[in-house]
């Protein structure tokens, strides 16, 4: 028997097997018409007498449930129809939960979201133990809060603090973490996964949950905590009150999907479960029509259109194969791309440095991340041995000859650079592709050393690169796409989401996020506090401050690259004066303990020693918190905007995974194109002019914001403005590429 992506196998011992099997679909996803086969589908079996217990699972080969059908989220057009469509969720599963025969979800693979809510409205679970098995509720994630009864369910299961943890943080735990919790009831082989839950299902055939009395509860640590934090109402109130300025401290309020999940658990607790899934449902729908839910959502829709991009526009030009990766250069990045080549993509790595204590301090810095592993049971210690064995170390071009793909990662020096590409190409075969990871220098420069320029391109990845997870390709005019091809696959491979630019000084990234350094320096040097510069752009939504980034990254290092935008793109890019004084005083940031802040033994904070040096009065008042963020970011915007117009960018959506995932630009504003989006262009055009007669040429709107204002086009909907059309009269950009 099937019925819309359920089929049923009755056994011969009074177990039914319901399988959920979407057609045509890679996973599976709750659609709009799940929660009418589910009430048809068991209200059939309840009523079946040959039946004694069901045992729910997937068709799908490595997948349970991958949660609700986004695109189907999306289409919500009012709080009232979200409201709607969440408590449909409520029927179906307050169904699973009320049926009177035992039902065992049978889980291997991913359950999330609404996912892992039809498994809690079952009466047990059992997963397999597969690295490929994980539960969660992500929905704050994409700004929203379980609907289908989650958030009553989770906390009632595994308590409430580990609830808010999991469903504030999104995080997707595994098999041998959810047995701890007490999530799911056991944890077995794949092979045995069905016949364990059947047994499961079939021993709870009449079966009465026991009920602890208050004595036996208070015997059991973690049952104290609970009672004590949860169930009363001074406890609930230290808990939840502790949970949003926890919260706070990182959201700084921004995300009101996490707030809300705070406020309908408590609700739940204090006034029952029928009252927490009406507060669920009200919050689901009021969400839904949130800015901060339509610009998530769209960023897990750009990611996932992402993973089908070739990178080219010849859906013919297919990738080669990438079976060995040589490596140049053993410092932080070049060890970090290893790390990632091996561990991930899995594909050996022959790591070169100049001499044997840079390979072997980049062998140590790899063995650090698998130690990390190992001690956190994500590995075995064979399992570690045996992935270090796929690095392997030398001072000379020796092993790299039949290297596939060569990446370079050593100082931004033009003619070292150039260097490498004539080594590599005379020890290498002639289609070797050699690759950049720098940030600054043009690839077209580089690949002017090459005999072989179509096979030269940028890979630049982000620090720590085991952690950031952007990669930014970059293109010359003369780049084959087979080779784009080729290095887009290997990013994919190794975990990236990967965007595709043109050649350019500071290609995309690197020249977006100076503007908005360079114009918190010009605040530093208008007497502004440090520290109120940063706040700002905290509470604006970027993860870290622009003055404390200068000095994460080097003030040597924002020197250098700030003279080569200076040189290309002229006075729009000019420092405030003073700024050379920070090199003078050999102030290079975290590195050398000598930047803005203070660093090692000292006090923590900003050194007020900066301000004396470079002969301003930390005493301005009159720049507001608001007027900060506004500045800082529409540098930001602004030249994002420049990038598309110039054709940098092959689209907006490039433009706002690059920014997101690669700048921490606030993910609940979407990106930068988003922002204008949501903003409008003749407002965000209206600020840039106010602030261009007030402040100078450096806030000179961006060609195709003129444009846009104008023609009343998008970067994203319906009548998209096109990329590569609004250059303007100052364009620095490399010619752009042909497909």
Same mark, same amino acid.
């Given at each position: 028997?099937?019925?819309?992506?359920?089929?049923?196998?009755?056994?011969?011992?009074?177990?039914?097997?319901?399988?959920?099997?979407?057609?045509?679909?890679?996973?599976?996803?709750?659609?709009?018409?799940?929660?009418?086969?589910?009430?048809?589908?068991?209200?059939?079996?309840?009523?079946?007498?040959?039946?004694?217990?069901?045992?729910?699972?997937?068709?799908?080969?490595?997948?349970?449930?991958?949660?609700?059908?986004?695109?189907?989220?999306?289409?919500?057009?009012?709080?009232?129809?979200?409201?709607?469509?969440?408590?449909?969720?409520?029927?179906?599963?307050?169904?699973?939960?009320?049926?009177?025969?035992?039902?065992?979800?049978?889980?291997?693979?991913?359950?999330?979201?609404?996912?892992?809510?039809?498994?809690?409205?079952?009466?047990?679970?059992?997963?397999?133990?597969?690295?490929?098995?994980?539960?969660?509720?992500?929905?704050?994630?994409?700004?929203?809060?379980?609907?289908?009864?989650?958030?009553?369910?989770?906390?009632?299961?595994?308590?409430?603090?580990?609830?808010?943890?999991?469903?504030?943080?999104?995080?997707?735990?595994?098999?041998?973490?959810?047995?701890?919790?007490?999530?799911?009831?056991?944890?077995?082989?794949?092979?045995?996964?069905?016949?364990?839950?059947?047994?499961?299902?079939?021993?709870?055939?009449?079966?009465?949950?026991?009920?602890?009395?208050?004595?036996?509860?208070?015997?059991?640590?973690?049952?104290?905590?609970?009672?004590?934090?949860?169930?009363?109402?001074?406890?609930?109130?230290?808990?939840?009150?502790?949970?949003?300025?926890?919260?706070?401290?990182?959201?700084?309020?921004?995300?009101?999907?996490?707030?809300?999940?705070?406020?309908?658990?408590k609700a739940g607790l204090e006034d029952g479960f029928e009252a927490g899934l009406a507060a669920e449902a009200r919050a689901f729908?009021?969400?839904?029509?949130?800015?901060?839910?339509?610009?998530?959502?769209?960023?897990?829709?750009?990611?996932?259109?992402?993973?089908?991009?070739?990178?080219?526009?010849?859906?013919?030009?297919?990738?080669?194969?990438?079976?060995?990766?040589?490596?140049?250069?053993?410092?932080?990045?070049?060890?970090?791309?290893?790390?990632?080549?091996?561990?991930?993509?899995?594909?050996?790595?022959?790591?070169?440095?100049?001499?044997?204590?840079?390979?072997?301090?980049?062998?140590?810095?790899?063995?650090?991340?698998?130690?990390?592993?190992?001690?956190?049971?994500?590995?075995?210690?064979?399992?570690?041995?045996?992935?270090?064995?796929?690095?392997?170390?030398?001072?000379?071009?020796?092993?790299?000859?039949?290297?596939?793909?060569?990446?370079?990662?050593?100082?931004?020096?033009?003619?070292?650079?150039?260097?490498?590409?004539?080594?590599?190409?005379?020890?290498?075969?002639?289609?070797?592709?050699?690759?950049?990871?720098?940030?600054?220098?043009?690839?077209?420069?580089?690949?002017?050393?090459?005999?072989?320029?179509?096979?030269?391109?940028?890979?630049?990845?982000?620090?720590?690169?085991?952690?950031?997870?952007?990669?930014?390709?970059?293109?010359?005019?003369?780049?084959?796409?087979?080779?784009?091809?080729?290095?887009?696959?290997?990013?994919?491979?190794?975990?990236?989401?990967?965007?595709?630019?043109?050649?350019?000084?500071?290609?995309?990234?690197? /020249?977006?996020?100076?503007?908005?350094? %360079? !114009? #918190?320096?010009?605040?530093?040097? =208008? $007497?502004?506090?440090?520290?109120?510069? &940063?706040?700002?752009?905290?509470?604006?939504?970027?993860?870290?401050?622009?003055?404390?980034?200068?000095?994460?990254?080097?003030?040597?290092?924002?020197?250098?690259?700030?003279?080569?935008?200076?040189?290309?793109?002229?006075?729009?890019?000019?420092?405030?004066?003073?700024?050379?004084?920070?090199?003078?005083?050999?102030?290079?940031?975290?590195?050398?303990?000598?930047?803005?802040?203070?660093?090692?033994?000292?006090?923590?904070?900003?050194?007020?020693?900066?301000?004396?040096?470079?002969?301003?009065?930390?005493?301005?008042?009159?720049?507001?918190?608001?007027?900060?963020?506004? /500045?800082?970011?529409?540098?930001?915007? %602004? !030249? #994002?905007?420049?990038?598309?117009? =110039? $054709?940098?960018?092959?689209?907006?959506? &490039?433009?706002?995974?690059?920014?997101?995932?690669?700048?921490?630009?606030?993910?609940?504003?979407?990106?930068?194109?988003?922002?204008?989006?949501?903003?409008?262009?003749?407002?965000?055009?209206?600020?840039?002019?106010?602030?261009?007669?007030?402040?100078?040429?450096?806030?000179?709107?961006?060609?195709?914001?003129?444009?846009?204002?104008?023609?009343?086009?998008?970067?994203?909907?319906?009548?998209?403005?096109?990329?590569?059309?609004?250059?303007?009269?100052?364009?620095?950009?490399?010619?752009?590429?042909?497909?």
């Open positions: 028997m099937a019925k819309q992506g359920l089929s049923i196998e009755k056994r011969d011992d009074g177990v039914a097997i319901v399988r959920m099997d979407i057609p045509g679909e890679p996973m599976n996803t709750l659609k709009a018409d799940f929660v009418d086969t589910f009430m048809d589908v068991f209200d059939s079996l309840e009523n079946d007498p040959e039946v004694k217990a069901i045992v729910f699972t997937s068709g799908k080969k490595d997948s349970f449930i991958a949660g609700a059908d986004i695109t189907m989220l999306e289409s919500v057009s009012s709080a009232e129809e979200g409201e709607r469509t969440s408590l449909e969720g409520h029927k179906a599963m307050n169904r699973i939960e009320a049926c009177s025969k035992p039902i065992v979800a049978a889980i291997h693979g991913v359950a999330l979201g609404g996912g892992l809510e039809v498994a809690l409205a079952c009466h047990a679970r059992v997963v397999s133990d597969s690295k490929k098995t994980k539960l969660g509720l992500p929905e704050s994630q994409l700004g929203l809060i379980p609907g289908a009864g989650g958030t009553q369910r989770l906390p009632r299961l595994i308590g409430v603090q580990p609830a808010l943890d999991m469903m504030l943080t999104g995080k997707q735990i595994d098999p041998k973490k959810a047995r701890k919790l007490g999530l799911v009831d056991d944890v077995v082989p794949p092979s045995i996964l069905l016949e364990t839950a059947a047994a499961l299902a079939l021993s709870r055939v009449g079966y009465t949950p026991k009920r602890d009395s208050f004595i036996e509860q208070l015997r059991d640590k973690e049952a104290v905590t609970e009672f004590a934090l949860a169930k009363n109402p001074v406890g609930r109130k230290i808990l939840f009150d502790q949970a949003r300025k926890q919260l706070h401290k990182q959201t700084r309020g921004n995300y009101p999907a996490q707030d809300l999940i705070i406020d309908v658990v729908g009021r969400l839904l029509t949130t800015a901060e839910a339509a610009n998530l959502m769209s960023l897990f829709f750009a990611t996932t259109a992402l993973k089908k991009d070739s990178g080219v526009d010849d859906p013919e030009v297919k990738p080669r194969e990438v079976k060995k990766v040589g490596m140049l250069g053993a410092g932080l990045m070049g060890a970090g791309i290893a790390y990632v080549t091996t561990s991930v993509a899995k594909i050996p790595v022959r790591l070169k440095d100049r001499d044997a204590d840079g390979v072997m301090a980049g062998l140590r810095y790899i063995r650090g991340i698998i130690d990390g592993r190992v001690k956190r049971k994500r590995l075995s210690e064979q399992q570690a041995n045996a992935l270090m064995l796929q690095t392997t170390g030398t001072t000379t071009y020796a092993g790299l000859q039949d290297a596939d793909v060569v990446i370079e990662a050593v100082f931004e020096d033009l003619a070292l650079k150039g260097q490498m590409v004539r080594d590599v190409e005379e020890s290498g075969r002639n289609d070797v592709i050699f690759a950049s990871n720098t940030s600054s220098l043009p690839i077209s420069q580089i690949a002017a050393a090459s005999k072989h320029p179509e096979t030269v391109i940028g890979m630049h990845y982000f620090s720590p690169v085991h952690k950031m997870p952007l990669l930014e390709i970059i293109v010359t005019n003369q780049t084959a796409d087979w080779v784009t091809a080729t290095c887009v696959d290997l990013g994919k491979r190794q975990g990236k989401h990967v965007i595709v630019v043109r050649d350019g000084v500071g290609f995309y990234t690197s /020249r977006v996020l100076a503007p908005m350094m %360079n !114009e #918190a320096a010009h605040l530093v040097a =208008e $007497g502004v506090p440090i520290e109120k510069i &940063d706040t700002a752009m905290l509470n604006w939504g970027f993860p870290i401050g622009p003055i404390k980034l200068t000095d994460e990254v080097g003030i040597d290092v924002g020197a250098k690259v700030g003279k080569i935008m200076l040189d290309a793109f002229g006075e729009r890019m000019s420092p405030p004066d003073g700024m050379k004084k920070l090199m003078e005083d050999e102030r290079y940031g975290r590195k050398n303990g000598r930047g803005f802040y203070l660093y090692g033994d000292k006090k923590k904070g900003v050194d007020e020693s900066v301000y004396e040096l470079l002969g301003v009065s930390p005493t301005n008042k009159s720049v507001s918190s608001e007027d900060i963020a506004w /500045r800082c970011a529409l540098q930001f915007v %602004n !030249e #994002a905007c420049r990038c598309f117009g =110039e $054709g940098i960018l092959r689209s907006a959506r &490039d433009g706002d995974v690059g920014a997101v995932f690669g700048l921490g630009f606030p993910p609940f504003r979407g990106g930068p194109f988003r922002f204008v989006d949501q903003v409008g262009a003749k407002e965000i055009l209206g600020r840039l002019r106010e602030l261009e007669k007030q402040l100078g040429p450096r806030f000179s709107p961006a060609p195709v914001l003129e444009e846009i204002a104008r023609s009343g086009q998008t970067f994203h909907g319906e009548n998209p403005v096109q990329s590569g059309q609004s250059r303007g009269n100052h364009s620095q950009t490399a010619p752009r590429a042909t497909a």
